[in-house]
C-alpha cells in the first residue's frame, strides 16, 4: 500500500455544509481514509493554525478551502493553504464564487451591524462584539482575488459522489476531468420550448411533474447552471436556485446568463417582468454575487472609499 497523501482542511466564514457533505460519504470513508494524512482541518482534529504555518511549502499535496474570506483570519489562512499546498481547492459555492453571504454587499458593513447586532432585538446590549475577534472585511471578495486556485468544485455544497469522485481522482494522480453538462442535461421533465406568459412563485399552483417547470413559468435556473449535481433537485419537482454556478468557463457572469435565459423564455413586458421577479438579485445571483459585474463595481466602490478616508 502507498503511503497516505498528506492534505489539509482549511474553513474560512462558512456554515460547514461543505465538510458536511464531506462526512456523507459515509461507508465509502472508509476507503479514503485511510490514504489520507490529514495534515491540518481545525474543526475536527486538535490542529491550531501554527501547526499549518510552520509546514514546508507544498509539502501538502491537497488543500480544501470552504467558505469565502469575510475576516482578517480567512484571507491569512486561504494565502497559507496557498503556500503550503501543491494543489488548492476552492471547495463548494462560498469559496469559488463568494455564495449566498456575498449578498450582503449590497449593504455597507455599518448596516450590517445594524442588523446583525444594534437593531437585533435576539443580541444582548445591541453592541457590536470586538474582544478576541479578527478584523470583519469591508466588503467579500471573491477568494480567487487573493490566491490562484487549481480546481472549482463547487456546490451549496457539493455532492457526496463529486467529493469522491474528486478526491479518488486525485489520489490516482488523474486529472479531474468533470463533464460541463447543464442541469437541464440531466433533467428528465418534457421540454416542448413553450414560451413563458407568466412568472410564478414557487408555491404558486401545482406543477405538472412530467413538463419542464421553466415552461410552466416557475423560474427554474437549469439551463444555466453546471449540473454536477446530476439534475437531484428539478428530478424532484423542485426549481433549480443555481447552487453550482455556471458551466465551464465558471467565472463567467451566472446572474446575467441566468437573466438573458429568462428573457428568452418569457416574452413579457419588461415591467411586467420586473414586477412578477420579487427579488431579481437573490434569484439570479443568490450563490455567485462576488464573481459578478455587479459586485466588483461594489468593491471598487469600496476602494475608493477607503482611498478617499486614507488620504
Not at 466564514?13 to 479514503?32: E, P
Not at 428530478?235 to 467565472?251: A, D, E, L, W, Y
Not at 418569457?266 to 439570479?284: H, N, S, W, Y
Amino acid at each position: 500500500m502507498s503511503d497516505p497523501v498528506p492534505v489539509a482542511m482549511g474553513q474560512g466564514s462558512s456554515c460547514w455544509g461543505c465538510f458536511q457533505s464531506l462526512i456523507d460519504i459515509h461507508l465509502g470513508l472508509a476507503d479514503i481514509l485511510p490514504k489520507l494524512e490529514i495534515k491540518y482541518w481545525q474543526a475536527v482534529a486538535d490542529f491550531k493554525l501554527h501547526h499549518l504555518e510552520n509546514y514546508e511549502d507544498k509539502s501538502i499535496v491537497v488543500g480544501f478551502y470552504e467558505g469565502m474570506a469575510r475576516t482578517e483570519e480567512d484571507i491569512h489562512l486561504l494565502k497559507v493553504m496557498r503556500e503550503k499546498c501543491q494543489i488548492l481547492i476552492a471547495f463548494g459555492s462560498c469559496s469559488c464564487f463568494g455564495g449566498i453571504p456575498t449578498l450582503a454587499n449590497q449593504s455597507d458593513i455599518e448596516e450590517c451591524y445594524d442588523v446583525k447586532f444594534r437593531e437585533n432585538k435576539t443580541f444582548k446590549d445591541g453592541k457590536v462584539p470586538s474582544e478576541n475577534l479578527p478584523r470583519i472585511e469591508p466588503v467579500v471578495r471573491p477568494n480567487s482575488e487573493y490566491v490562484d486556485f487549481d480546481i472549482y468544485l463547487p456546490g451549496c455544497p457539493p455532492t457526496s459522489k463529486l467529493i469522491a469522485t474528486a478526491i479518488n481522482a486525485l489520489l490516482a494522480g488523474e486529472t479531474l476531468d468533470l463533464p460541463p453538462h447543464t442541469v437541464c442535461h440531466y433533467c428528465s421533465r418534457e421540454k416542448k420550448e413553450t414560451p413563458i406568459t407568466e412568472i410564478l412563485r414557487p408555491f404558486t399552483g401545482k406543477a405538472d411533474p412530467e413538463r419542464c417547470l421553466l415552461e410552466q413559468g416557475y423560474i427554474c435556473l437549469g439551463s444555466s447552471t453546471w449540473g454536477l449535481c446530476e439534475g437531484q433537485c428539478v428530478n424532484k419537482g423542485v426549481t433549480c436556485r443555481g447552487c453550482f454556478g455556471p458551466p465551464p468557463p465558471i467565472m463567467s457572469d451566472y446572474g446575467a446568463a441566468a437573466m438573458s435565459m429568462l428573457g428568452t423564455y418569457a416574452p413579457i413586458e419588461p415591467d411586467k417582468l420586473v414586477e412578477q421577479v420579487k427579488d431579481p438579485l437573490g434569484t439570479f445571483y443568490r450563490f455567485t454575487y462576488g464573481t459578478s459585474h455587479l459586485n466588483r463595481m461594489r468593491v471598487r466602490r469600496e476602494d475608493m472609499k477607503q482611498a478617499q478616508e486614507e488620504a
